[in-house]
């Protein structure tokens, strides 16, 4: 018997890293819930954060470096790499790689994943693109006071 860090593994792979959202559909129960930053998404819209994903990037890859399981939770700590070749959040294709790290706690109950709570850095991912700058914010406001004078 497979077990379900195996099963959710294997499903959040082939949702996040093949577009094969039905994959993750079967293993997810009716009140599945996500919580990120921005708050919290039923599923319906983690198929559409795939989709536009997908759409977005191509060469889309999901690597899980991690995943541990301890009675209820399983933590999926992922890597995803792509070629920013769509628009994305609002921003134009850049054609640069984007590399993004991240990680999933998922709470499973009778063999379904009732909750996931996802941890992930977009500044992470617009540094990749070129677009957002991670250095030290204080040498950021002296470029910027030195521009302006």
């Known amino acids: 018997m497979t077990s379900m860090l195996e099963r959710v593994t294997q499903a959040w792979t082939k949702a996040w890293g093949e577009g094969d959202t039905a994959a993750f559909e079967r293993l997810v129960a009716p009140d599945y819930e996500r919580q990120s930053k921005s708050g919290s998404e039923g599923l319906p819209e983690v198929v559409q954060q795939?989709?536009?994903?997908?759409r977005a990037f191509s060469d889309f890859q999901v690597k899980v470096l991690r995943a541990i399981e301890n009675d209820n939770l399983v933590a999926i700590?992922?890597?995803?790499?792509?070629?920013?070749?769509?628009?994305?959040?609002?921003?134009?294709?850049?054609?640069?790689?984007?590399?993004v790290q991240g990680a999933s706690f998922i709470s499973h109950r009778d063999g379904l994943i009732t909750a996931e709570a996802v941890v992930w850095d977009p500044r992470e991912m617009l540094s990749s693109m070129s677009i957002w700058h991670l250095g030290d914010p204080r040498s950021q406001r002296r470029k910027t006071e030195k521009i302006a004078d």
């Not at 795939?50 to 997908?54: A, G, P, R, Y």
């Not at 700590?77 to 590399?99: A, C, D, I, L």
């Open 77 to 99: 700590h992922w890597e995803t790499v792509g070629k920013h070749t769509g628009e994305f959040m609002g921003v134009p294709p850049t054609g640069r790689t984007v590399t």
């Open 50 to 54: 795939i989709e536009d994903s997908h």
